[in-house]
């Protein structure tokens, strides 16, 4: 299991983290219960099964749902 940062494009209202929370939820190998998408500092969190889960995918859907991804930091 790892853990991913997503530093986004500056949020300007809080449905935008709820759009991007969903998104991150609906992935495969993401652990839903692990997503956090902070509004105030634009970050998102979660843990996720790299086997299942390319951390590329994340970042398509963040961009699907209108949301530039800045920086990614997987540990
Ligand atoms: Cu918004």
Redesign the pocket.
Known sequence: MKSATLQLET??????SQKIEAALKNLDGVQKDTVTVSFSSSRARFDFDESTLDIKEAEKAVGKVGFEVLKTRVK
């Open positions: 949020l300007v209202c809080p449905s935008c």
